[in-house]
């Protein structure tokens, strides 16, 4: 059984650029979970997305964006590119619904590098 | 709020000696699921073990297990046998009750474990 893949596993990008990060969950899962990981802050909640609703949603700013697709695959997006967002970007999938019970499994995450 | 505590920035633990990482929480929902998670420098976050609140046995996987003691909102990390593969960073994580219900992830700043020879 596949796990979670992320895509692109390295990018670098410049200050005012666009990034687009794309997450596939494992087969059957329908909620797909985002996270930022950086050295000083730790793990932060970005958003969940849920059956192609956004579910829950964490205090980023706007520049941050997401979706979900009708087969679950889920991209986040982040505009005008600073500095901050040098970060490792990681995705999780979990079977759950409603209940929110049940394993979250990660994907080997995205690192990005902003110059 | 919901948080996650992890007191031991870092652990040393000999080959095939068992070791405890600890967690401790604070929420006031009944109902909240705990995870741990292993990061190797690589950074993927693999998963190792879950408890719901409402789990009457301690969960185990392998040679993790999970000292739940719901009364002192802990969550210790067991791991027995440690190996040389196990040395990476450790987080403990909540998952927080949110009115749309889903997963919403609270993490500690996690442990980095050494295994030594």
């Known amino acids: 059984k596949a796990g979670v893949t992320q895509t692109p596993r390295y990018l670098i990008k410049t200050r005012g650029q666009q990034v687009t990060l794309s997450c596939s969950p494992i087969?059957?899962?329908?909620?797909v979970s985002w996270y930022q990981q950086t050295p000083g802050q730790g793990l932060q909640f970005l958003f969940e997305?849920?059956?192609?609703?956004?579910?829950n949603k964490g205090n980023f700013p706007g520049r941050f964006s997401g979706r979900q697709f009708s087969n679950s695959r889920s991209e986040m997006n982040v505009s005008t590119l600073e500095l901050g967002d040098s970060a490792l970007y990681l995705c999780?999938?979990?079977?759950?619904?409603?209940?929110?019970?049940?394993?979250?499994?990660f994907g080997e995450g995205s690192r990005l590098t902003v110059l | 709020a919901q948080k996650i505590t992890q007191t031991q920035p870092g652990m040393f633990v000999q080959e095939k000696e068992a070791v405890t990482l600890d967690c401790t929480y604070d929420?006031?929902?009944?109902?909240?699921?705990l995870f741990w998670y292993k990061q190797p420098s690589s950074g993927e976050m693999i998963f190792l073990i879950y408890?719901?609140?409402?789990?009457?046995q301690n969960a185990t996987e392998g040679r993790y297990s999970l000292n739940f003691q719901k009364a002192r909102k802990s969550a210790n990390l067991v791991i027995s046998a440690s190996q040389l593969g196990d040395s990476a960073m450790y987080f403990c994580?909540?998952?927080?009750?949110?009115?749309?219900?889903?997963?919403?992830?609270?993490f500690g700043t996690g442990t980095q474990l050494k295994v030594e020879l």
């Open positions: 999780a999938s979990s079977f759950s619904g409603t209940s929110g019970t049940g394993e979250l499994f």
């Open positions: 087969s059957g899962h329908r909620s």
């Open positions: 997305y849920f059956s192609e609703t956004q579910r």
């Open positions: 929420t006031s929902d009944p109902s909240y699921g």
């Open positions: 408890q719901g609140s409402y789990d009457q």
């Open positions: 994580a909540m998952r927080e009750v949110t009115t749309g219900g889903g997963n919403k992830l609270t």
